[in-house]
């Protein structure tokens, strides 16, 4: 299943095993994990035993995101997904670094935001990132989203206690803006 809108610059299509070498090529890159508290020095095994865990998961939903041309840039997902409250971490990341800041992660998060609250039938999509992390506090207000909290000293990462910023979007709101980025909902789902 593929999820895509018309206009979009990418889709999203579910991680495959067979994604681990393109992973590889960023997934130890400091600059491109710098932002996840988790990532680096993963061994090639490692990453062949996420996949498997993500591709078996219940409660997780992960995407290669490509070009329109099959061209693999990174991940996207819906990652601890409680379905009794039908809510979903969101995650992204653009391994690529020749397509940072090109408004991809937006593209591919609003994908998200349509199949989460679309297909999958979800109330609330909730993301975190640092607090220092700019870029993805615009996203998210780009996106819609609302300010939940500051969780302080959440993470500890390469040394330091660093705070984080949770931001949330129901599937009301997103309903209000869906239209304006050309998603339509009764009943019409992003293409799969």
């Known amino acids: 299943m593929t999820i895509t809108y018309p206009g979009q610059r ?9 994604d681990v070498d393109a992973i590889m090529t960023w997934v130890n890159d400091p600059e491109v994990v710098r932002n996840f508290a988790t990532m680096g020095n993963i061994t090639r095994e490692q990453e ?6 993500m591709i078996a998961s219940e409660t997780d939903r992960l995407y290669a995101i490509e070009t329109l041309e099959g061209q693999y840039l990174g991940n996207a997902g819906i990652h601890k997904i409680w379905w009794p409250a039908r809510n979903g971490r969101l995650g992204i990341v653009i391994g690529d670094k020749a397509h940072h800041g090109r408004g991809l992660a937006q ?9 989460g609250f679309g297909e999958l039938g979800l109330h609330k999509l909730w993301m975190v990132h640092y607090a220092t992390n700019g870029r993805m506090h615009h996203i998210a207000g780009k996106l819609g989203m609302r300010e939940e909290g500051r ?18 979007i129901l599937e009301e709101e997103y309903r209000e803006l869906a239209t304006s980025w050309g998603h339509v909902h009764d009943g019409d789902q992003a293409r799969s």
């Open 10 to 18: 990418i889709h999203l299509r579910p991680i495959r095993v067979d």
């Open 48 to 53: 062949v035993a996420f996949l498997e865990r």
């Open 107 to 115: 593209e591919a998060l609003r994908l998200l935001l349509a199949h």
């Open 151 to 168: 969780l302080r000293d959440e993470y500890f990462h390469q040394g330091a206690f660093h705070d984080m910023v949770r931001h949330a």
